[in-house]
């Protein structure tokens, strides 16, 4: 779904990714790469094509793409560098475009690891009337894209069923990207009055909420 944002467009895609298409960027938020291989670390049943599937669902936006920077807006990585790594350092060798880490809480790694391997480690990034974080933060004029939260929203039905999905979380001068990452979770929003939410169903961007 394309959506302007301070009369310049953003494509909305499935994954949870957002593309701006005059800078040709695409943001991805909280991956957390890792977390698949922490869990089984600690006893935590996780299927096995779990891992796999991360590094093919950044292939494939990227591949739809075909950014020219790639911008990983936080929470890359779950923890400390484990087996994931080395898929990860695989991924980047074939990922064409420049990438950037805006750093996260959880991306503990040394950012020598990341610059090693071509990857630039920012706190932040500030271009044009934009402002690019990984914790959700208000500034001056700026629009922020941040993640952090995991986004999610419930929907229910006139027989009392309920559906859990992910989604985008626009105020006024905020989008909050949804978590990309396989077992992330969702952390449930309440909508207020001025709020757009775009949810995530299968392989469409709905709109739930319009202000």
């Not at 990585?77 to 990922?95: G, M, P, R, Y």
């Not at 009337?129 to 995991?150: A, S």
């Not at 419930?154 to 990452?181: D, E, T, V």
């Amino acid at each position: 779904m394309t959506i302007t944002i301070q009369n310049q467009p953003f494509i909305l895609h499935s994954s949870g990714a957002l593309f701006w298409e005059t800078k040709k960027w695409l943001l991805i938020s909280d991956v957390h790469l890792g977390k698949v291989s922490h869990f089984r670390k600690h006893g935590v049943a996780i299927p096995n094509n779990a891992i796999e599937e991360n590094f093919n669902r950044l292939t494939k936006v990227v591949e739809f793409f075909k950014p020219e920077k790639v911008i990983f807006l936080g929470d890359l990585f779950h923890s400390s560098k484990n087996t994931e790594w080395n898929l990860f350092e695989d991924w980047v060798a074939c990922c064409v475009g420049e990438i950037i880490l805006i750093a996260g809480n959880h991306d503990i790694i040394d950012e020598k690891q990341y610059t090693d391997i071509g990857i630039q480690i920012l706190q932040f990034l500030e271009v044009e009337d934009y402002l690019l974080t990984h914790h959700p933060t208000e500034k001056n004029v700026f629009f922020n894209f941040c993640g952090h939260i995991h986004p999610g929203i419930i929907l229910r039905g006139l027989g009392g069923q309920s559906l859990k999905l992910p989604c985008f979380f626009q105020k006024a001068n905020q989008m909050i990207l949804p978590a990309f990452g396989e077992f992330t979770g969702n952390h449930l929003m309440r909508p207020a009055q001025d709020n757009i939410i775009y949810a995530i169903a299968k392989d469409e961007i709905i709109i739930v909420k319009k202000n």
